[in-house]
Structure formats: C-alpha cells, structure tokens
C-alpha cells in the first residue's frame, strides 16, 4: 500500500537483461527493459485496485463507526453490494504481497543508507499532511466523531503511535507499522550485507521458519519481530521478484508456493466468521482463499510479463493511478465518512450516489496531495537524507 513502483532507469538489471545483453548486445536490453516497464504500470494499477477493495470495505463493508455516517448500518444501505464488500478487507493482504515485490526490487544493488532515504522520504511527507489534515477535520465543531488528544496526534507524526499505545489518528496506519517492521527485516538481512539470490533466498526460508516457530511459541517479542500472521505475504511478494528476474528458479517458485499455502491459512483463520452469528457479513472460506490466490496470480502476471503490450493495451494512466494510490490509502477512511454524512445524511442524496461521490472526492483529494505535497517534498527529503559527509 505504500509502495511507489520505481523507474526502469533506477531498478536493477534482471538476470535475462545480462544474459541477453551478453550474448546479443545493447539494443536487446533496452528492449527487455522497455517490457519492464509495461509491467510496472500494471503493478500500479494493482496497487489502486487493492486500495479500492479496502475502500469498498470501509464504506460498505463493516459496521462500526462508518454506521454513524450513514445513519444505519451499511447492511441496509447495500443490502447485496455489503456481502461483497466484506471481503475488501483482503486488499491489505493483496497489498503486503505487493510490497514484498517491490521492497525487493527497490532495495537490490542499493546502500543502507539510499534504501532508508527511499522508503522515508516516500511514506512520509503524505503521511505527516494526512495525519495533521485528519486531526483538524476531526476538531472541527460540525464532525460528529472524536479527534484524537493533541498529544496523541503528535506522537503520530513518528509513526511509532502503535507500539508506544498512543491513539490512532489513521485508522490504516497499523498496516504501515507492519510494513515499518518489514523494512527493518529487509535492510539488516538483506540490504546491509549486499542483495543476491542467495542471500534473499535464505532470507525468505529463514524468516518463513522463524515465523512458524514463533507461532507455535506464542511469545509476543517474537510475533512483534517476525509477524507470523502477515509474513507469508511479503515472503511471496518477494519470491515472485525472483520469478521475474528468473521464471525458471525452482527455489523462487517454491518460496511463492509455500508462502500462498501458509497465507491463506492465516486469512482464513483471522477472517472466517461463519460461526458468529452476529457478524457483519459471513465470508466463506471459499472466498477469502480466492481473493487471496487472485493476489498472489495478478502479481505472478506481472512477474512473468503476461500484462505487457504484446497483449495487452500500454496504459500510461496506470502510472497516474500508482502516484494516487498512497494519499488515497491514507485518507480514504476517516475523512471518507465525514463526506458520506454530509452527502447522505445532510444533502439527502441517494446511497449509491453518496458512495460514487464520496469514492471521487478522496480521489481528488489523493491527487492534490500527490501534486501539492509529495511531488515537491518527496524528491528533497530524499537528497536530503541521502547527502554523506
């Protein structure tokens, strides 16, 4: 979810591109990293439909504080769209296996230090905006939901708010300490000592092994360290990164194979709610694994190169859907209801037109603070972190 997709000039050759530009020449090359790029708006658009999935869950998929805005809850809003709905909150699954393909991409062939300037100076600036811009809508008079305590709200400026127990200002922002806790594995692992397919496949094994372990421990510092309950999916993230570098690696395929298997049973047994009869929604297994193996094969796709332009159309505004993608994430959800109350409950307009207008709103407002906020702060911030003495 908070990934931004790098270029073709700052990505690593894969393995074909050396082979075949060993044995044909330059030109070659270029032509395979231009079927690369294709790919990666694909990856965009991936990205922008998982964080619609978990829209649609925020709206109209869940009880809770989204009924305040509504007036009732969202089962009687969408009596056929909220059984769907129920199932968008996979997008954050789809999400990690997104970021275990790009962390991976992003973080071959660089130093600590770059890596480090890379992911900070990418989440952050549209992270601190959302979270002062949330916070002052939330203090307004006229918003019938809570801010949170001034001091709260500034512990969340380090993101650090979940394990120091402050409140949340974001309600998505404890996907981005999971993914603060994956980087961390990421660059002491693998960054530090220098990305090659060895090391990351030991990475891989060794953290799908701990992560087990610590399952059967049950011993909190280590689930806090190794996530067993989420690692499955940037394990699989990034063995699909070495199926794009080598669709023939059999320990890439197997890393991609092991980690769906242990995925979905962790989805499955965090999201199954057949037994409750008071839940909101009743998913099936059925569904839950389907929506998982739909991650992991739309991101195998793009691995193996099946969305590039051979086949299919060269869609330059996925680019555009990729850059809104983070912002939208970011605030979709609380500033989300507040415009669904005011559309619905104070203009009176319709449910389905309140949930088309309250879906464009947030993305405009994405595209204002991609425009306004990370295209002028993210490239500084980053030469700034980057600068060595």
């Given at each position: 979810m908070t990934e931004t997709v790098v270029s073709t000039s700052e990505a690593p050759a894969h393995r074909e591109d050396r082979e075949v530009g060993e044995v044909h020449g330059v030109p070659e090359v270029r032509e395979v990293r231009e079927v690369r790029e294709v790919r990666l708006r694909a990856l965009d658009g991936l990205r922008l439909l998982a964080a619609l999935m978990v829209a649609v869950y925020h709206y109209a998929g869940r009880g809770g504080d989204v009924t305040r805005a509504w007036g009732s809850s969202p089962r009687l809003q969408f009596p056929t769209l909220h059984q769907f709905a129920a199932y968008g909150c996979l997008g954050f699954q789809v999400f990690f296996v997104i970021s275990g393909f790009v962390i991976c991409m992003s973080g071959w062939g660089r130093t600590l230090q770059s890596f480090v300037a890379s992911r900070v100076s990418r989440l952050m600036p549209a992270y601190w905006v959302a979270v002062l811009l949330v916070t002052a809508v939330f203090a307004l008079p006229s918003v019938v939901y809570e801010a949170v305590a001034p001091s709260d709200a500034l512990v969340n400026l380090t993101l650090l708010q979940q394990p120091l127990g402050a409140d949340r200002v974001l309600g998505v922002c404890w996907t981005l300490w999971v993914e603060i806790r994956f980087y961390a594995l990421f660059a002491v692992c693998v960054v530090l000592p220098g990305a090659n397919r060895r090391r990351v496949v030991m990475f891989c094994a060794g953290w799908t092994l701990a992560a087990a372990l610590a399952q059967a421990a049950h011993e909190p510092l280590l689930d806090l360290v190794l996530m067993p309950e989420y690692a499955a999916f940037?394990?699989?993230?990034?063995?699909?990164?070495?199926?794009?570098?080598?669709?023939?690696?059999?320990?890439?395929?197997?890393?991609?194979?092991?980690?769906?298997?242990?995925?979905?049973?962790?989805?499955?047994?965090?999201?199954?709610?057949?037994?409750?009869?008071?839940?909101?929604?009743?998913?099936?297994?059925?569904?839950?694994?389907?929506?998982?193996?739909?991650?992991?094969?739309?991101?195998?796709?793009?691995?193996?190169?099946?969305?590039?332009?051979?086949?299919?159309?060269?869609?330059?505004?996925?680019?555009?859907?990729?850059?809104?993608?983070?912002?939208?994430?970011?605030?979709?959800?609380?500033?989300?209801?507040?415009?669904?109350?005011?559309?619905?409950?104070?203009?009176?307009?319709?449910?389905?037109?309140?949930?088309?207008?309250?879906?464009?709103?947030?993305?405009?407002?994405?595209?204002?603070?991609?425009?306004?906020?990370?295209?002028?702060?993210?490239?500084?911030?980053?030469?700034?972190?980057?600068?060595?003495?």
């Open positions: 940037f394990i699989g993230g990034i063995g699909l990164y070495l199926v794009h570098r080598d669709r023939r690696d059999a320990y890439a395929w197997a890393i991609v194979v092991v980690s769906f298997l242990i995925g979905q049973h962790y989805a499955v047994r965090d999201l199954w709610n057949a037994s409750d009869p008071d839940a909101f929604a009743h998913r099936t297994t059925l569904g839950i694994v389907g929506v998982v193996a739909f991650g992991f094969v739309a991101v195998a796709a793009i691995a193996l190169g099946r969305l590039n332009r051979d086949n299919r159309p060269n869609w330059r505004r996925l680019t555009v859907a990729g850059a809104l993608t983070y912002p939208f994430y970011l605030v979709h959800e609380h500033l989300g209801w507040v415009v669904i109350r005011s559309l619905h409950r104070g203009l009176h307009l319709p449910s389905a037109a309140t949930f088309a207008l309250t879906l464009t709103s947030m993305l405009l407002l994405a595209w204002l603070l991609n425009r306004f906020v990370e295209k002028p702060l993210t490239p500084r911030l980053r030469t700034a972190l980057s600068r060595t003495k």
